[in-house]
Nanobody
Framework: QVRLVESGGALVQPGGSLRLSCVASRTIFSIYDMGWYRQAQGKQRELVAQITRGFSTKFADSVKGRFTVSRDNAKNTVYLQMNNLKPEDTAVYYC?????????WGQGTQVTVSS
């Protein structure tokens, strides 16, 4: 079992920045593909960004050029740097760890973009 704990969510003004962190409990963190998803109220959960164990990345079209994803395997941590935030980025952000058919989720952290 992998336990994931997200942090860094907050209320921020449009145009602002936040960095989310997700710490994983297992020391073999490096073999997992890691992802950030979000779920806005009344909407389905969607993939925001992913970084594979080989450090390949992909992003949702809506965040390309504004968000970056990185990982520090020595710290069992994946980050989501969010710049130029927009009100439509408001959602609960979830960390995901994927290895084959095994999938694990964090509890989520709230990001609210509002003036």
């Amino acid at each position: 079992q992998v336990r994931l704990v997200e942090s860094g969510g907050a209320l921020v003004q449009p145009g602002g920045s936040l960095r989310l962190s997700c710490v994983a409990s297992r020391t073999i963190f490096s073999i997992y593909d890691m992802g950030w998803y979000r779920q806005a109220q009344g909407k389905q959960r969607e993939l925001v960004a992913q970084i594979t164990r080989g450090f390949s990345t992909k992003f949702a079209d809506s965040v390309k050029g504004r968000f970056t994803v990185s990982r520090d395997n020595a710290k069992n941590t994946v980050y989501l740097q969010m710049n130029n935030l927009k009100p439509e980025d408001t959602a609960v952000y979830y960390c995901n760890a994927l290895l084959g058919r095994a999938e694990h989720w964090g509890q989520g952290t709230q990001v609210t973009v509002s003036s």
